[in-house]
């Protein structure tokens, strides 16, 4: 395995929107640690990422990847994305533009779902009214 050119050990927190997120690393990888969506959501609108995100991110993945370094974004323990070396594009960030990024769109779902559980109560509700709509102008 190749090493990196860089090694980041690192133990620190940043405050964002009142929320303080945890950035850790033990060499080639890097933690970024979110108490919240709405603190990943804040970290985002952060520049550069408010001028142009999709650029920002490649970006982003260019100097990781130049390192030999990786990113994960957290959320309770659990990985929601990863950039950089060890990352590998998935379908859902090629369709929002995010190529080089690795995303789990079913665990970011599942932690808005915990975060928000009204507003999830009121799309699968909406998303059933829908499809129950479809379904009765379609029957004939």
């Not at 950039?83 to 990024?101: F, H, N, T, W, Y």
């Amino acid at each position: 395995m190749n090493r990196p050119l860089v090694d980041i050990i690192a133990n620190l927190m940043i405050s964002v929107g009142g929320e303080d997120i945890h950035v850790t690393a033990d060499g080639s990888t890097v933690y970024i640690d979110l108490p919240s969506l709405q603190a990943g959501q804040a970290l985002t609108r952060m520049a550069p990422f408010q001028q142009d995100r999709e650029a920002s991110v490649r970006s982003a993945d260019d100097v990781l990847r130049a390192g030999g370094l990786t990113a994960v974004v957290r959320h309770q323990g659990r990985p929601l994305a990863k950039i950089g070396a060890q990352a590998q594009p998935s379908g859902s960030a090629k369709l929002l533009q995010m190529d080089p990024v690795e995303l789990y769109p079913a665990r970011i779902a599942s932690a808005a779902t915990r975060e928000r559980p009204l507003v999830a109560v009121g799309l699968v509700l909406t998303a059933v009214a829908l499809l129950s709509a479809l379904v009765y102008l379609l029957r004939d």
